[in-house]
């Protein structure tokens, strides 16, 4: 028992110790981001379009996935994830804002029920249900998912109102990269000097086939990424929360009981409130133009399934919290 808490203490230093790295070296990797992403964009548009047929069709359906990419990573980025004491989040009225379907979200089918209320020990502010403290922001975040230190280049937490963006941002990421993978293929046997088709290219073949490599490593791990995303938000769950639930499902299990996730209304309404679209919300064309829109909740109501205002499986005062983490920091130090 003395020996597995030294090793769980020394895991919790180490994770710390990243933190601070990866805190620190943030901005590097954003710009690291921005450059490759850029050097991979213009690679493909000064060598793939123009081999391809219908220029007329694919050109602008190339241009339309690499600008959905270029948006929803700005958007992730710069927009604050929802920390607890910022001033309300409005709907703006700008061209970049996709208006609602309807303007009044109350004839929706879904049951919307106020969160329950705590104070975060940390930072001392009261917070809904969903709502984590982020040890890097030092506050706490609305319906928090995790901290994007390095990973994808993001530099910052993924909250409320960028995790659509997030995810998003990923998709057209993963679009792209298969794009310029299978496009591309032709033009990797020109760069090798395999066909009798001389390289005239502005880009030199040594740069083209570098970020074609770079794409189909990203391709790979970041559509790994993805599903992993999509399926916690079809089981109605963050990244945070789906650790918290493998323990509830324990709970519920040594007391003979089933663990139900009472945010949980099935995969197809969970993906609809998650992106916001549908019968009362957005159109669906906010998926493939990159137009912001307000998340379904303001983050202090949630929707729960029905006849449900907790968890099932779960007693009152066993639900995890951030405390737990504060308890092994201080016993750390
Ligand atoms: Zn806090
Ligand atoms: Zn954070």
Redesign the pocket.
Known sequence: MICARRVFRCFRRLERFADRITGAAGPWFVALAIILISLGSLSFFTIVPPTLPFPWLTTPACILVALNMFMHYYYVCTISPGF?GDPPVLPGSGLLWAPPLRRQFSSSSVEIVKARMSR?R??G?M?PERAH?CRICN??VLKFDHHCPCGIGINQCVGIHNERHFVLFMAYLVLSTFLFSVLGLPRVFDALGMTFVPWTHAIPAFCFLMSYMLSIVLCLAVFIMLLWHIWGIAKGETSVEAQDHEIYRKIAKDRGEAFVNSYDLGKRKNLALFFNVGRHRYPPYTLILPFRIMPYSDGFSWARRDGLQRHHGVREGEELT?EFDEDEDEEIR
Do not use: A, F, L, V
């Open positions: 607890i975060c940390k930072c502010e917070r403290h506050k706490c951030d």
